[in-house]
């Protein structure tokens, strides 16, 4: 190993420690990594514009705006108050039906923006029953982080594997939404049946909830069928963008700008909503990965893989399975994800094995294994920072005896179904 390999480690290495202890801010930490980079010349800028997956940042940018855009339409507030009015204000039941419908939102929208817009009316539903709302917010952050595995556009790492292994919207649908049903269902009755006997309200109360009327949610109706209409256009052209020849960001930002200028509503006001940090975080942490395959750093973890694994397609799978879901409990799964594709395509260039089906592993290792601490994905941390802002503190020892326990069943179940569908 070169002097210019042990620099480019160290800078990953630092960067990556600064990012899990959240000494200072994650963004900050991965843009100080890449600018140490370029300053010490280890590349250069024309270098770093190349490492940049400008698809993933494409799609994270306009399914931002064409959300930020939606929820003035109080959509998604209407929907959480009628699902609560469908099964009469049974808490049992509110908990199973919340945990699917975040689910379902999280698989074609960002994760995090999901939870901020169910979390205000779990905590309204709860207050009416009078009831904690911990059940629920533990039933919909975990059901985000399963909702958002699967399809390409539900979870960060879905959308930079999908872009680097040239995996299409479909393709992710077939292959990852069957063992996420099973997994959904699975962990939504387990929580249920954890959270049981703090479930239980007078049925004054359930009348209560009968008696809101959903209508009053939607604030802006000319608006909430011109979003809407986009984004049916957005998830279709998700679907047919392969056979269309575009890439999912241009479907993506497409959908965005012709939202934005139908809408009425001023650019700025919406642009100021976009997670910003979370962009220059991509950027900044392609540049430092980038750098880390440039130097041979890749290629060189692949031989290693290769010579632990002996190129045994099973064996493989599973390695990545589990190591990503485990990785993933404690540290941040985007960073580690950003390292592993460049990895797997170097398998397949080095072994000559076919890598689709180890996709499916790290898609499934990665985003499942979120879900097994409080730091394990940026929903967990939004959901304890809104919730101890609302008096209900949820600690890390807290989040990990319910979401551990969890994930690790999510992984056998997605071990099973490698092992009987994928890697054969």
Not at 77 to 90: E, R, S
Not at 161 to 175: P, V
Not at 242 to 249: A, N, P, Q, R
Not at 347 to 354: M, Q, R, S, T
Request: hydrophobic share 55%; charged share 15%; net charge neutral.
């Amino acid at each position: 190993m070169n002097t210019i390999q042990l620099i480019s480690i160290a800078v990953f290495l630092i960067t990556f420690v600064l990012i899990v202890t959240e000494k200072i801010n994650r963004t900050v930490a991965a843009m100080i990594g890449a600018m140490v980079l370029l300053i010490i010349r280890i590349i250069d800028q024309g270098n770093a514009t190349e490492f940049i997956d400008y698809t993933t940042v494409g799609v994270l940018v306009g399914m931002m705006i064409v959300v930020a855009i939606i929820k003035r339409t109080g959509l998604f507030q209407y929907l959480a108050i009628k699902a609560a009015k469908m099964v009469k204000g049974d808490p049992m039941k509110i908990i199973i039906l919340f945990g699917i419908m975040t689910a379902v939102i999280s698989a074609f929208l960002d994760n995090v923006t999901t939870i901020l817009l169910m979390i205000p009316v779990t905590l309204v539903i709860s207050k009416l029953l009078k009831l904690s709302p911990i059940p629920f917010i533990m039933s919909e952050v975990l059901a985000s982080n399963i909702g958002g595995t699967a399809t390409l556009i539900g979870d960060p790492p879905n959308i930079m594997i999908g872009s680097e292994a040239g995996l299409g919207f479909m393709d992710f649908i077939i292959n990852l939404t069957p063992p996420i049903i099973v997994i959904l269902i699975v962990s939504v009755y387990i929580i249920r049946a954890i959270y049981k006997k703090e479930l239980h309200v007078e049925d004054e109360l359930k009348r209560y909830i009968m008696e809101l009327d959903e209508k009053t949610a939607i604030v802006d109706r000319k608006l909430l069928v011109k979003s809407l209409t986009v984004l049916f256009l957005i998830i279709l052209g998700f679907f047919l963008h392969e056979h269309l020849g575009y890439e999912s960001s241009t479907v993506a930002l497409s959908g965005a700008t012709i939202l934005l200028l139908i809408s009425g509503i001023e650019i700025d006001e919406i642009l100021v909503e976009v997670e910003w940090p979370t962009i220059f975080f991509f950027i900044s942490l392609f540049i430092i990965v980038g750098t880390l395959e440039k130097v041979g750093v890749i290629e060189m973890l692949a031989k290693l893989v290769i010579e632990f694994t002996k190129g045994n397609l099973i064996f493989t799978g599973l390695v990545i399975l589990w190591a990503s879901a485990i990785l993933s409990a404690f540290l941040d799964n985007i960073p580690f994800v950003a390292t592993m594709i460049p990895l797997i395509k170097g398998l397949g260039a080095i072994g000559g094995i076919n890598i689709t089906p180890l996709w499916w592993a790290l898609s499934l290792g990665a985003c499942l294994g979120g879900n097994g601490t409080l730091i394990g994905a940026s929903a967990n941390v939004v959901t304890a920072g809104i919730m101890e802002k609302e008096g209900y503190k949820i600690t890390f020892k807290d989040f990990t005896k319910i979401g551990f326990p969890l994930m690790i069943i999510s992984i056998i179940i997605s071990t099973v179904y490698l092992l009987l569908f994928q890697l054969r």
